[in-house]
């Protein structure tokens, strides 16, 4: 997602770490890193892949479709389900999401 960007595109990045930006920058962030083919709709395999990159071999392949598969039905969708922003804004906005990271200016 990174590759490519100029120092402007990598702040803009950036900003949704802010305390500034608002749940739907954030949600929008989310989404774009979850939409790896950028068609607007994320899959059950663009999540299961980040969940790999996020678990890396500390979880099983089982296991983490398990987890996904779960965390998918108690939100109301499916496992062949295609969400778009605004389910990822349903799900996310209910979690008290608090993406934020300080950067000290030393």
Known sequence: ??????????????SAFSSRAS????????????????N???????MLDI????????ISEHQREEVLTQVLEEAGYAKDSLL???DFMKIVGNSGLKMEVEVPVD
Do not use: W
């Not at 749940?23 to 950028?38: A, H, M, N, R, T």
């Open 51 to 58: 969940l790999r990159d996020l678990t890396g071999q500390f």
């Open 84 to 86: 778009v922003q605004a």
């Open 23 to 38: 749940l739907q920058q954030k949600v929008e962030f989310i989404f774009k890193v979850y939409d790896s083919d950028g």
């Open 1 to 14: 997602m990174l590759d490519g960007l100029n120092f402007k595109e990598f702040v803009a990045f950036l």
């Open 40 to 46: 607007g709709k994320v899959t059950f395999n663009e």
